[in-house]
């Protein structure tokens, strides 16, 4: 793998994306970077400068060299110039001032990633170890720790050894396809990818465009985007056990049938403010028949029991709110997201806007919630049916 | 991450302060089920970063109403001052319970945030109070 053409084609992908601001417009990848070593020995990743010719630039770009790391770009830092030599004087220099025993190596070592140190060695023992800038001795290992229990904020921890075996392999798997589509899409097209530039990436990927990065979507008025602003509302639930009353509070609303939440919970079976309870599972259906109820029939509610990305993004292209039940909670959605980066063929971000009314007499609006990390037991969709 | 635009900023691009990421722990506080990043202003609560226990994104919710406006928004110590979280449970304790630390988790699903406060009576009996915010229950 060629670290420093794997680091410019992530670099100018995200300039390109506009994820990256204009500062890095024309910075160039400047070197094969610095070894950093986990610490169990093993090379984790290369830090590479970025720079312009004759000008020193407070930015450098982390590569993975290890597969653990999940992907090629590990992270992209603004604000410290990276001068392995100089550091390394420093580092000696504070080493002298504690009188550290005679070394013969000095590696970088990340020893709480993304946490780095210098390292000192002899004969491949560790004689002291120094936190990079403040110089500070990182504390040698303690002992073993509980279960699950993370690492306190200056302590050191080996991620290969101590990331869990499962997680590497998933992590290591990510990173062979990505190194993957890197290497074809550059073996089709030459490209020079050490100077960060978005006009040169762009005719880099011209004949695929125009291509739309993101689709996304909330609910308006009417679905002319350019007439109205989004127009839901959130409302929290009352008690610790009516998210459904919440819920369904929110869709009604969009429909202009304002009930008390204290209303609905009656309809639902719901208890009352003094005295709640949750919608048990068996009564789920219950929803369709309140919101159909709730609006004399004027909207068509039904129930999906498999929902998938698809429903959603359907139903908010039509202008409609759902009511969505994951285990043991129920919020609602009002938008979706979706990245559409298919020209490398990665993974898109798939993200709903929730509505959410946890906290109890607060909720949150959640944008975006990944879609690919939880997990969706029921949908409701109600459609007008009467005007 | 602020400035980048992915997360939603309380009061204009690249503002707000992102807090200390605290531990969301699995309802027995043993393992760890989460984090909780919180974005302040002015001492208000925005909104927060969850994160899944592999550091996943899981989602970036906000307070915020009406965004700029912080109207609404819990104050940061709601969430995040132990102290003020263990006077809430108080309000809910009877007569000669004890309260144990409290520890974020969470109720049923991940999404539903809540700091645990352990409760033993005098006769030996444990139960848990939730807080979250300014709502308290008994679990």
């Known amino acids: 793998m060629d670290y420093r053409k794997i680091a410019g084609a992530e670099l100018n992908l995200l300039r390109f994306l506009g994820v990256l601001p204009e500062t890095f417009e024309g910075l160039r990848v400047a070197a094969a970077g610095t070894p950093v070593y986990d610490l169990n020995g093993e090379e984790l990743f290369r830090r590479i400068p970025l720079g312009r010719q004759r000008q020193e630039t407070p930015a450098f770009v982390d590569i993975a060299v290890h597969p653990a790391l999940g992907g090629p770009l590990v992270a992209v830092s603004q604000g410290i110039v990276w001068d392995e030599k100089a550091l390394l004087e420093a580092a000696q220099l504070a080493a002298r001032k504690r009188k550290v025993k005679p070394y013969d190596t000095m590696r970088f070592v990340a020893y709480s990633v993304p946490k780095v140190a210098v390292q000192f060695l002899a004969n491949g023992q560790e004689v002291l170890m120094l936190e990079l800038l403040t110089w500070i001795p990182v504390p040698p290992p303690r002992r073993e720790r509980l279960k699950d229990e993370p690492p306190a904020n200056f302590e050191r921890w080996s991620f290969l050894e101590e990331t869990p075996r499962a997680t590497l392999r998933r992590r290591a798997k990510s990173f062979e396809e990505r190194v993957a589509q890197w290497e074809t899409v550059l ?29 996304s979507r909330e609910l308006h008025y009417s679905k002319r985007n350019s007439d109205h602003v989004p127009c839901y509302e959130l409302r929290g639930q009352e008690t610790n056990v009516w998210c459904v009353g919440a819920s ?116 949150v609006i ?3 919630e990944n879609f690919d990390t939880q997990t969706y037991r029921r949908t409701f969709t109600a459609r007008v049916t009467l005007v | 991450m602020l400035a980048s635009g992915l997360v939603q900023t309380p009061l204009a691009r690249g503002s707000g302060e992102v807090l200390e990421p605290v531990p969301i722990h699995t309802s027995d506080g043993g393992g760890i089920a989460g984090w909780f990043i919180g974005i302040a202003a002015a001492g208000r609560l925005a909104g927060f970063l969850q994160l899944a226990a592999d550091l996943a ?31 809430r449970a108080r309000t809910r304790a009877t007569a000669g319970e004890s309260l144990a630390e409290p520890f974020l988790t969470y109720d049923q699903n991940p999404d539903r945030l809540v700091w645990a406060v352990g409760v033993t009576d005098p006769q030996g009996r444990e139960s848990t109070i939730y807080v979250a915010g300014d709502f308290v229950y008994r679990a």
Do not use: K
């Not at chain 1, 490209?191 to 689709?215: K, N, T």
């Open chain 1, 248 to 363: 369904v509070q929110m869709v009604l609303d969009f429909y202009r049938y304002e009930y008390t939440q204290v209303r609905l919970a009656q309809e639902l079976g719901l208890g009352t403010l003094a005295n709640p309870n949750g919608l048990p599972y068996s009564q789920d259906g219950l929803v369709v028949t309140v919101l159909e109820n709730m609006s004399s029939q004027a909207l068509d509610a039904a129930m999906n029991t498999s929902p998938n990305f698809n429903e959603f993004r359907t139903e908010i292209l039509a202008n409609r709110p759902l009511i969505s039940f994951i285990p043991g909670h129920s919020r609602t959605v009002a938008g979706y997201t979706r990245q559409n980066i298919v020209l490398l063929g990665m993974t898109p971000f798939r993200g709903l806007l929730v509505y959410d009314p946890w906290p109890p007499n607060a909720g």
């Open chain 1, 366 to 368: 959640t944008r975006w």
């Open chain 2, 57 to 87: 994104f899981r989602r970036s919710s906000s307070f915020q109403r009406r965004p700029p406006s912080l109207e609404g928004c819990p104050e940061v110590a709601d969430w995040l001052d132990r102290s003020r979280i263990l006077d």
């Open chain 1, 187 to 215: 073996s089709q097209r030459d490209i020079r990818l050490d100077v960060i530039s978005a006009e040169r990436f762009a005719i880099f990927v011209g004949p695929i465009e125009p291509i739309q990065f993101f689709e």
